[in-house]
């Protein structure tokens, strides 16, 4: 999965876990006993959601910046391979646009 689809994901996540709250709020004038413990268990739902999404942003981030280190410490011990890989993929990406 790249970073763009993994942090379309995250943002998408966000989204539903905010209508989740959303929805435990708009339900609090709701009475009986049944209710109030679905309430409970979706905010608690939620809760658990919310934290292991900030634990997944984070490593993600984390996994992000060492692969960024990584990749900048090889080009400064490899320039004139990192070029040629470069004018490789830019060559094959040229050729394949140009078949359109």
């Known amino acids: 999965m ?9 943002d998408e996540l966000r989204t539903v876990l905010t209508d989740a709250e959303a929805l435990v709020a708009a339900t609090a004038g709701t009475v009986g006993e049944h209710a109030q413990s679905v309430r409970e268990r979706a905010a608690q739902s939620v809760d658990r959601a919310q934290s292991g999404l ?36 830019g060559l094959v990406v040229g050729i394949l646009l140009g078949r359109r």
């Open 54 to 89: 900030d634990e997944l942003e984070s490593e993600l981030a984390a996994r992000a910046k060492a692969l960024f280190d990584d990749a900048g410490g090889f080009v400064r011990e490899h320039p004139w391979q990192s070029l040629g890989a470069a004018a490789a993929v």
């Open 2 to 10: 790249s970073e763009a689809s993994t942090r379309k994901l995250i």
